[in-house]
């Protein structure tokens, strides 16, 4: 897609757009697990049929890209970033990695990297995104990647794992000055 990088690389990740024959490794790596899944507006996927559907619809959806996380020693894939363009100016983004590699900064990584590819595009002004009040983890990662914390945006979204409520969720950017 035209406005978004063909791909990404970082120290230990290549980040390249999903592609539908990852559907079985996305399934078994981090989308049917429920420690992933609180925080987010979806539910784990019971089945594959249900992953090759959401890689399909990641693939279809306009200014939108969805990137895997693809170990460089390994080649596993260990989680996705998607970035989204819902304007000429701005970049939104979402992420989700696998358990079994969280604590190594390796999210930290991949937003770092798409964080660097914005700012070397002077058309765009904004990179910035929201999570769930209660997701430390998250907003650490958005924190230690540089984004500004900006406030608090009340009952913003819902988090069916945490009820039907919708949540406070915070919002962190980067901005040009
Ligand atoms: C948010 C997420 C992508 C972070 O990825 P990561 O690569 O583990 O991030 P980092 O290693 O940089 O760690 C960030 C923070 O996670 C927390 N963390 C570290 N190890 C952890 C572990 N084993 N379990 C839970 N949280 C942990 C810490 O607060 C850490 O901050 P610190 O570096 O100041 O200690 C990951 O936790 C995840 O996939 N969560 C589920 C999906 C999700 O919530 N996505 C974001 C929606 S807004």
Known sequence: MPGLPAQLDTPRLHLRPIRPDDAAAVFASWVRDPRVTRFLTWAPHPDLATT?????????????????????RGGGLLGA???????????????????SAWGNGLMTEALRAALAWVQAQPDLWRMGDLCDADNHASARVMEKVGLRREGVLR???????????????????????
């Open 52 to 72: 090759r559907a959401y890689v399909a619809d990641r693939i279809a959806t306009p200014h939108s890209r969805t990137y895997v996380l693809q170990d460089r």
């Open 81 to 99: 970033i998607d970035l989204r363009r819902p304007a000429p100016h701005r970049i939104g983004f979402g992420y989700a990695l696998a358990p």
């Open 155 to 177: 009952r913003w979204a819902v988090h069916p794992a945490l009820g039907p409520a919708p949540r406070d969720c915070i919002s962190f950017a980067w901005a040009r000055d």
